[in-house]
């Protein structure tokens, strides 16, 4: 079935970048996400990319997307450690509505 | 909006009680989903309802979990007999489906089973 992998841990240094990578399977996928979360709470959208697109960019975050490789990645540019908190990759699924979630990414930001 | 709404943030029960776990979804909603989340296993999609209509159920562990939507603006996820390893966060979300299908989560309901 349709599957979404993504490392389990990062950890960076406060004011270095972070890049988190994700990968694939469903080719169809027209929409891939990232999504946050904090401590105690739900997941926070952070930001989506159509596959006809390379790349996006949104203040300290840059999405990067080689649709060849299936391979989604998100950079955030000086991170801060209010960045700390796991992220997850998400591509839209094969069944009309429903996404497909990787295990998340745990960001851990040293001061 | 106040967003998807969830209660109770927190439940202790015993092993064997029945337990009712409630959400709101933003209104205007077409699309609402139940997860549980543990450290184990990650984000686990339980059911996922389309205009009140259960889609995919297969996510739903056992006969002891069963969920309903009676109208747009409610639903449940009930345990019944709740045991120790469904301890977990569980999470409500909804979408407007759509070409996007961004999903909103709620802030989770922290079920504890003793």
């Known amino acids: 079935g349709e599957d979404v992998e993504q490392s389990l841990f990062l950890s960076v240094r406060e004011g270095d970048s972070s890049v988190i990578n994700c990968t694939y399977t469903d080719s169809s996928s027209t929409y891939l996400y990232w999504y946050k979360q904090e401590p105690g709470a739900g997941l926070q959208l952070l930001t989506y990319?159509?596959?006809?697109?390379d790349m996006k960019q949104d203040q300290r975050l840059t999405v990067l997307l080689n649709k060849k490789d299936k391979h989604l990645s998100l950079r955030i540019a000086d991170t801060q450690t209010g960045d700390s908190a796991i992220y997850f990759c998400?591509?839209?699924?094969?069944?009309?509505?429903?996404?497909?979630f990787g295990k998340g990414t745990k960001l851990s930001v040293k001061p | 909006d106040a967003g998807v709404i969830q209660s109770p943030r927190h439940e202790v029960t015993e092993m064997g009680q029945e337990v009712t776990l409630r959400c709101k979804p933003i209104s205007g909603h077409d699309y609402l989903f139940w997860y549980r989340q543990t450290m184990m296993r990650g984000l686990e999609l339980l059911i996922y309802?389309?205009?009140?209509?259960?889609?995919?159920d297969s996510g739903m562990p056992e006969d002891r979990f069963s969920a309903k939507m009676p109208n747009a603006s409610f639903s449940t996820l009930k345990i019944q007999p709740s045991e120790p390893r469904d301890s977990a966060v569980y999470f409500c979300a909804s979408s407007l489906g759509g070409d996007t299908d961004t999903q909103y989560f709620g802030p989770g309901t922290r079920l504890t089973v003793l």
């Open positions: 990319i159509f596959s006809n697109m």
């Open positions: 998400a591509s839209k699924g094969g069944s009309q509505g429903n996404l497909i």
């Open positions: 309802f389309n205009n009140n209509v259960p889609i995919d």
